[in-house]
């Protein structure tokens, strides 16, 4: 096979399509692939460039192929789909990648490491582990209201509410109630363990990873937010500056400017909405801390302080988590911590 093709590669879990074209833009590969063919078949390639949407399985991909000495560039869909040509199939998604992956101005996705998937694991993990003790919490609380037993939130509540189903001291509840309860509260045990012993193995890759820490020093950012930003931005030079990160995460607001007339409306929600919520999460803290007006306050803070006796509450939580995405790029670009105080 001739070398320098370019070549799109529609990836599934079963079914692979493939189209490449040489030098001159002239098809020359046009074929369906099995997972297992998919290997050996780029193993007989010359070195070429080869573009993947950036999906499920994509980064697996991308080591594999990239070990046989091809060149993987990995896509956002969004940006692949307006190439596709007329009807929907395998084959004009595959020409459509090609086609895609040539254009100058297309943005690409870094190919994550195993390192860094394994820790996305984690904090998936967390994050499911928390939904499903919500979900569990508000059933309890749900279903002891139907018999008018009620409890202040918060943690104290629902222990104070486990207690009493489990001691046998809640009022007008039936033994069969009693039972099924005792189902939902052993699972809430169990996911409340379980997310506890996620949230340590995050702990312990963050105090061995050197950027991890350094982003930590940010005031409203945590173990859990650092480790999530430093193993989703691979690498902060894909993005010219901190406004650039902050628009990736979805931190700004969305546009609808058209004829010389700037329409600027609610934050854009793109990017990943994990860690926009753990930002968006850290600034509410940040303007908690703020609150209190203690003396000697990082200039982050006393931002954040000035911003929210100005603007409603969560305007100013998103401003600030924004700021925060921006000191986050500085800080991984440049390799410095955060400094508190600033000289005027």
């Given at each position: 096979m001739q070398p320098n093709m370019t070549i799109g590669l529609d990836i599934a879990k079963h079914v692979f399509q493939v189209h490449a074209v040489d030098a001159a833009g002239?098809?020359?590969?046009?074929?369906k692939l099995r997972r297992s063919e998919l290997l050996?078949?780029?193993?007989g390639l010359g070195p070429s460039l080869v573009g993947i949407e950036a999906c499920a399985t994509a980064h697996h991909w991308a080591r594999s192929i990239m070990a046989l000495g091809?060149?993987?560039?990995?896509?956002?869909?969004?940006?692949v789909k307006p190439y596709v040509k007329r009807q929907k199939n395998d084959a004009a998604d595959a020409a459509a990648i090609c086609e895609a992956v040539s254009r100058p101005s297309m943005r690409f996705v870094p190919v994550k490491e195993v390192d860094q998937q394994g820790v996305l694991v984690l904090h998936r993990t967390r994050d499911l582990l928390?939904?499903?003790?919500?979900?569990?919490i508000n059933a309890?609380?749900?279903?002891?209201?139907?018999?008018?037993?009620i409890m202040r939130q918060g943690r104290a509540g629902v222990a104070v509410l486990m207690a009493s189903v489990e001691e046998g001291k809640a009022e007008h509840l039936p033994e069969l109630a009693r039972a099924a309860l005792m189902s939902l509260i052993a699972q809430l045990r169990d996911a409340h363990a379980r997310a506890n012993d996620v949230e340590r193995e995050i702990l312990t890759w963050h105090r061995n990873d050197e950027r991890s820490r350094r982003l930590e020093t940010i005031p409203g950012v945590g173990p859990i937010t650092a480790s999530a930003v430093v193993a989703t931005v691979t690498d902060p030079s894909m993005f010219a500056s901190g406004r650039e990160l902050a628009a990736w995460i979805g931190?700004?607001?969305?546009q609808s400017s058209s004829g010389g007339k700037e329409r600027l409306g609610r934050i854009s929600k793109k990017g990943d909405p994990y860690v926009r919520r753990l930002l968006v999460v850290g600034a509410h803290s940040v303007l908690?801390?703020?609150?209190?007006?203690?003396?000697?306050?990082s200039n982050l803070i006393n931002w954040g302080s000035e911003l929210a006796a100005r603007k409603p509450y969560k305007l100013a939580a998103v401003a600030l988590a924004n700021k925060m995405a921006r000191i986050v790029w500085a800080l991984m670009a440049k390799n410095e911590v955060y400094r508190r105080q600033m000289p005027a």
């Open positions: 002239a098809i020359v590969i046009r074929r050996t078949f780029f193993e091809h060149q993987v560039k990995l896509m956002p869909p969004a940006y928390i939904r499903q003790r919500t979900m569990l309890l609380r749900a279903h002891l209201a139907e018999f008018g037993i931190l700004v607001p969305r908690r801390i703020a609150r209190s007006k203690k003396p000697g306050q």
